[in-house]
């Protein structure tokens, strides 16, 4: 093989080029462990603060052995979640909690507080099933634009009966970026909404990521690769 006076060798990366490539692997591997074990110690901490001044000193470890043990609270918290569901479960605990209803239903500000509050958290904590059935696209906010959103279930009840649509309607959330817990929720005909095989933790990846991870990229990618190779 013959070479030409006029071609170049490719220039090797130079010491400050290897020292930069360098330090933004590092942050990509440093920043989603640092912020996670960030985010956990702060929830700890504020946990703590929260509930070790409502416990007796007799049973606060910190007493006996003299240090600030982050957690603690998180425990105790667990085993007080715990103790109530299964007093909630029994006769009197329910009897309880009919009395203590019919109370807050008798204030006029309260009353709105507490049935909000009490309707997320059976939402999110007391179903079995999961909250969103499949991911899909959707085109939003006007046609030839499109949305990954999350089916929820088939629009039922007044909104079913008064809306027209020709196969029925689907419930639709359509999740904002880079927070997919807050969005929109939307009544689609059911033969506008496309179902992905995505799963609904990757759709999830996608939107918080504003598009820059996509699911089995690596698997597309070989795939993309093995069809050149047999073009070739």
Do not use: H
């Not at 640092?34 to 946990?47: D, Y």
């Not at 880079?178 to 992905?196: A, W, Y």
């Amino acid at each position: 093989m013959t070479t030409s006076p006029f071609d170049q060798e490719p220039k090797r990366p130079g010491l400050f080029s290897s020292l930069r490539a360098s330090f933004l692997t590092g942050l990509v591997v440093i920043m989603p462990i640092g912020l996670t074990i960030w985010l956990v110690w702060k929830v700890f901490g504020w946990i703590d603060g929260f509930v070790l001044p409502l416990v007796p000193a007799n049973l606060n470890p910190e007493e006996y052995i003299g240090i600030n043990l982050r957690g603690i609270g998180v425990i105790f918290l667990f085993l007080f979640t715990i103790i109530v569901g299964w007093v909630a479960k029994g006769l009197i605990g329910r009897s309880l909690i009919r009395f203590g209803e019919s109370l807050v239903d008798r204030t006029p500000v309260v009353r709105s507080i507490y049935s909000g509050i009490k309707q997320i958290a059976e939402t999110v904590f007391a179903q079995s099933e999961r909250s969103f059935e499949k991911a899909c696209l959707i085109e939003y906010p006007r046609k030839g634009i499109w949305a990954v959103a999350f089916i929820s279930t088939d629009t039922k009840g007044e909104i079913a009966e008064k809306a027209p649509s020709m196969g029925g309607l689907v419930s639709v959330f359509v999740p904002t970026t880079p927070n997919p817990t807050s969005g929109f929720l939307l009544f689609f005909p059911q033969e506008d909404v496309i179902e992905l095989d995505m799963s609904i933790e990757d759709a999830a990846k996608l939107v918080i990521s504003a598009g820059l991870v996509y699911p089995n990229g690596e698997k597309a990618k070989q795939a993309i690769e093995a069809q050149l190779k047999k073009a070739s």
